[in-house]
Nanobody
Framework: QVQLVESGGGSVQAGGSLRLSCAVSRYSYSTYCMGWFRQAPGKEREGVAAIVTHGGTTYYADSVKGRFTISQDNAKNTLYLQMNSLKPEDAAMYYC??????????????????????WGQGTQVTVSS
């Protein structure tokens, strides 16, 4: 099965930047979409961004559009999330995930967690004022 390992989290001041990485093992054609999710203490997990692995189409939550960029490097089997102009409300545990069903590509806007099958362990992002 697919295995995912996140890295790149840390502490940053408001307005700063971070680049998260997700190393993917056992990647195959059955992995249709890759996504980033986040969860803050006491809040529900929310979708941040997604990318269709075969075509490169991207989707973003309105709250991060224009500030975050999702990308993939298939040669390195790695997924990235570039986060710029960070705000205190961006602080959360960030997770990468993989979906095997084509329906993930039909979702307009942020990815839906119920459509994703494989999950990483998470990496913490803290933003100070």
């Amino acid at each position: 099965q697919v295995q995912l390992v996140e890295s790149g989290g840390g502490s940053v001041q408001a307005g700063g930047s971070l680049r998260l990485s997700c190393a993917v093992s056992r990647y195959s054609y059955s992995t249709y979409c890759m996504g980033w999710f986040r969860q803050a203490p006491g809040k529900e997990r929310e979708g941040v961004a997604a990318i269709v692995t075969h075509g490169g189409t991207t989707y973003y939550a309105d709250s991060v559009k224009g500030r975050f960029t999702i990308s993939q490097d298939n040669a390195k089997n790695t997924l990235y999330l570039q986060m710029n102009s960070l705000k205190p409300e961006d602080a959360a545990m960030y997770y990468c995930a993989a979906a095997v069903n084509w329906r993930c590509a039909a979702v307009v806007g942020p990815p839906l967690s119920d459509l994703y099958n494989y999950w990483g362990q998470g990496t913490q992002v803290t933003v100070s004022s």
